[in-house]
Structures are given as structure tokens and as C-alpha cells.
């Protein structure tokens, strides 16, 4: 049986992680001039990893844990490529609300930061890799979080929290390019950014609407069966 919301000691080191120790190492990564890109990005996934090693206190690791949400995240990465050719267009986000819906917060996470870091492998490493691994991760454990409370059961409330998230996605985003290459960032300066991503960020939810609408029912569905047949994450 599922344990309360924030009675799940994964779902409570998670919370930690995401609401303090990300921000902060990040923020600090890119006032020290973010070159050390690579290294953030492997420390990030290690700790995101964090909550999945305390499902193993007291059983052995199985491989089956940890298959469905690597293909997942390449499936996302895959996507990301694949629309290539349409800016700010992507299935990204909406994979990655699909996954955690059925596997949990902590899986959501960490299945967007994988995402993030394997679709750069096509698209390019920098300093906005951990950004971005950042900004999806947390897509994914909101989207979490939210199934585990009933709130994305029905179908206009997935879709509302689907479009919300291309703006959260680029509002997270406007904070590493406005550290990196604005000498004054303030409110003023932010909410410009903000104001200039509208439209890019609109596209974004908009497909991530339209990716939702047409995979939530069928991926949803052969995720929780392979789940439920293999036990995977279920502890």
C-alpha cells in the first residue's frame, strides 16, 4: 500500500534534495563560472539516485528496477532529437510526467534528469546541461507528487499541469541565463527574460498538451501493467 505523501522517507530525502540541495549547488556552479559542467551533471544524477538506494536497505538490487525508467528517459532523449527540426516543440516533458505518474516522484526526477543529460549527447554539453537536468527532474517529481494526491486523475487537469510546465521549464531556465550572462540580476531583469521566453515557453507546453493527449491513456496503461507484473518500485 502506498505510504502517505510526505510520509515516505524517499519521497521526504527527495524533497530535501530538490528544494535546497539542487538549487543551491547549482546557483553556486554558475556564479563560479560554470565550467565544470560535466562534473555537476554526474553529481546530480548520483544524488537523485539517493532515494532508489534506500529501496535496496533490505532486499538486493534487481536490474528490472531501473530498466523502465532508463527506457523512458530514452525514449525522451530520442523524442527531444526527433523534433529537432521544430523549435521549442518537443514530447520531453510530457514522457517524463507519464513516468512519474506511474512510478512516483523520485523515479520522475530522476528519469528527467537522465532525459536532459542523454538528449545533449545530441544536442550539446554546457553549462546549462545541469540546468535543464534541473528543470525536467523537477517537472517530473511535481508531476509525481501530484498523481500520488489524485490530482492529475482527470484529463483537464493533466493537460493544465502539462501547459504549466513549459512555462516552469523556462522560467527555471531564465534563472541560469540570466546568473550567467547578465551582470545585474534582479527582479526587473528576471521578469524581462521571462517576458522574452513567453512564446518559446508557450510552444513547449502547448506540445507537451498535445503529447499528453495523445500517450497518457495507452503509455500510461503498459507502464502501471509492467509495473504491477514485475513489482518494480513498488516498495
Same mark, same amino acid.
Given at each position: ?154 484529463? +483537464? ?61 495507452? +503509455? ?16
Amino acid at each position: 500500500m502506498q505510504k502517505p505523501l510526505l510520509k515516505n522517507r524517499r519521497t521526504q530525502v527527495m524533497l530535501v534534495l530538490v528544494a535546497v540541495v539542487f538549487p543551491a549547488v547549482l546557483i553556486a556552479f554558475t556564479l563560479g563560472g560554470g565550467h565544470n559542467y560535466a562534473l555537476m551533471s554526474f553529481v546530480m544524477v548520483v544524488l537523485a539516485m539517493v532515494p532508489f538506494l534506500m529501496l535496496y536497505e533490505m532486499k538486493k538490487p534487481q536490474a528490472r528496477e531501473w530498466i523502465p525508467l532508463a527506457v523512458m528517459a530514452a525514449i525522451a532523449a530520442v523524442g527531444r532529437a526527433a523534433f529537432a527540426f521544430l523549435p521549442h516543440f518537443k514530447p520531453v516533458s510530457a514522457i517524463i510526467i507519464i513516468t512519474a505518474m506511474v512510478f512516483g516522484p523520485e523515479a520522475g526526477f530522476l528519469t528527467g534528469a537522465i532525459a536532459a543529460l542523454a538528449s545533449n549527447l545530441f544536442f550539446g554539453q554546457g553549462p546549462w546541461t545541469p540546468w535543464q537536468m534541473f528543470a525536467w527532474g523537477l517537472i517530473g517529481f511535481i508531476a509525481g507528487l501530484l498523481s500520488r494526491r489524485g490530482l492529475l486523475k482527470k484529463k +483537464w487537469q493533466l493537460l493544465v499541469f502539462g501547459m504549466f510546465t513549459g512555462y516552469l521549464y523556462g522560467w527555471i531556465l531564465n534563472i541560469w541565463s540570466g546568473a550567467g550572462f547578465l551582470y545585474d540580476l534582479n527582479w526587473g531583469s528576471y521578469l524581462s527574460l521571462c517576458v522574452t521566453s513567453f512564446i518559446p515557453d508557450t510552444i513547449h507546453g502547448v506540445s507537451t498538451v498535445i503529447f499528453l493527449w495523445l500517450l497518457s491513456d495507452s +503509455w500510461g496503461a503498459k507502464l502501471r501493467r509492467v509495473k504491477t507484473k514485475f513489482g518494480i518500485l513498488a516498495n
